[in-house]
């Protein structure tokens, strides 16, 4: 069957039903196409099933892209408090957890029913479970193939996320449109995810497995102070996440277990006030037991205090505040929270979400090579850039 719509959306995420409603309320006739059988799954599973739906503090300094500045426009046109009050007004309660970030008390399934009850009263037409088998442009027009219908539409908006949790119904369709429209798409990283390490290092956090510290770790001028948590395959935990965003292969990370003490420092003056203590008592007292045991145990200097020499203080002191570490890899897209990269940004109208070289053609959210930070940020780009969208189709 051959149909017509205004404008049709591809995915049923975030950003995807955020422009559907936007556009509908300037009386566009909108469809929404999504290949699964639910609608915003991510959303659903995020921020540990309370969605970390925006963060008070979001600007340009908490993305990464290769042009920085492509976000601003956005940003100022649709604000996270534009968002807060969207939630407000579905009496939605909230709070704060930590660093401005923006939690539902209740449910992440409260922000997907907001959406739908919002595209609802603008009409929206969402099909699931469809696949689209081919976008054609021909004059001003876009043609969607589905194995049962044709839909033409004057804008269609690629709106289908990045390759994070393919079992939810993370796909490449997105990149795929823009290697068929000859745009550049960047290279693409798995994001926000937990690192992984082989060998003694390996052997060291599998012992360690479930427990949690706050550390610092950095890359050149970068740097994360939040929690970390040893796995048996590695490290993960905010900051290791938000570092993981950072890392290239090859590349190693530095680690500071005790950011907020000078190891080096306490050693020594330890070694003078309790020099009969084994040094992994004395280290006991600022982490937790089980990893300085393990400490001393790999760097093999349980001895007592008094007894070190000062490159073996040194050792450890190095090892605790300056710890250098080669990850292997990371968990990959079945853990990632999100993917890096995407959609190249000079193909793109920042003011618009527009296609430059195509009119009509619109990239929004993840697709986009614009990646967030930790903490509530990526929604917050998703909410941005479908509205701008939205204003524009
Ligand atoms: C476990 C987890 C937790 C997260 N927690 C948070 C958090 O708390 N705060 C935060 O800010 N961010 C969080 N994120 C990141 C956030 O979920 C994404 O950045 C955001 O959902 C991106 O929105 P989007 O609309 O661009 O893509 P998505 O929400 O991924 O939506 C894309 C949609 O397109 C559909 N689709 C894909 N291919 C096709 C196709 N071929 N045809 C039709 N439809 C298609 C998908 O099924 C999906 O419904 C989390 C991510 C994960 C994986």
């Known amino acids: 069957m051959n149909r017509n719509f205004d404008v049709v959306v591809i995915g049923a995420g975030a950003a995807g039903l955020m422009c559907a409603i936007e556009a509908g309320k300037r009386n566009k006739k909108v469809l929404i196409i999504e290949h699964t059988s639910k609608i915003g799954e991510k959303i659903r599973i995020s921020g540990g099933g309370r969605c970390n739906f925006t963060n008070i503090y979001s600007n340009t300094e908490n993305f990464l892209s290769n042009n920085k500045h492509f976000c601003k426009s956005a940003f100022s ?38 959406l739908i009850t919002e595209c609802e009263i603008q009409k929206v037409e969402i099909t699931l479970n469809t696949k689209i088998k081919s976008i054609i442009r021909r004059e001003n027009l876009y043609i969607l193939e589905t194995v049962n219908n044709k839909y033409e539409c004057s804008s269609v908006v690629v709106a289908t996320g990045g390759l994070s ?9 997105g990149y795929k449109i823009a290697n068929q429209f000859n745009l550049k798409v960047t290279n693409l990283y798995p994001a926000l995810v937990p690192l992984t390490f082989k060998d003694d290092i390996l052997e060291f956090c599998k012992s360690l497995a479930g427990i949690s510290i706050e ?71 600022f982490l937790p037991n089980k990893l300085a045991m393990a400490i001393t145990s790999l760097l093999n200097t349980n001895q007592k ?47 618009t979400m527009e296609c430059k070289k195509y009119s009509g053609l619109y990239f929004i959210g993840e697709v986009v090579d614009v990646t967030g930070h930790l903490g509530g940020h990526n929604f917050q780009w998703a909410w941005s850039s479908g509205y701008v969208a939205g204003q524009n189709v």
């Open 165 to 173: 949790i393919p079992k939810i119904g993370a796909s490449d369709f």
């Open 305 to 351: 205090i008094g007894e070190a020499s000062n490159s073996t203080l040194n050792k450890i002191s190095n090892f605790i505040n300056k710890l250098n570490v080669l990850p292997t890899g990371t968990e990959g897209y079945k853990t990632a929270e999100v993917t890096l990269g995407g959609i190249d940004t000079n193909e793109i109208n920042s003011a």
């Open 77 to 114: 046109k649709y604000t996270q408090n534009d968002f807060i009050d969207l939630v407000k007004k579905h009496k939605i309660k909230f709070h704060e957890k930590k660093l401005g970030q923006l939690f539902c008390d209740n449910s992440a399934k409260d922000i997907i029913e907001m």
């Open 215 to 285: 550390a610092s770790v950095k890359i050149n001028k970068t740097i994360f102070n939040e929690g970390l948590i040893f796995t048996h395959r590695g490290i993960s935990g905010p900051s290791i996440l938000q570092i993981s965003s950072y890392w290239k292969p090859d590349s190693s990370i530095e680690v500071n277990l005790l950011p907020q003490n000078s190891m080096d420092k306490t050693l020594k003056e330890r070694r003078v006030k309790t020099p009969k203590q084994n040094i992994s008592n004395v280290l006991s007292d």
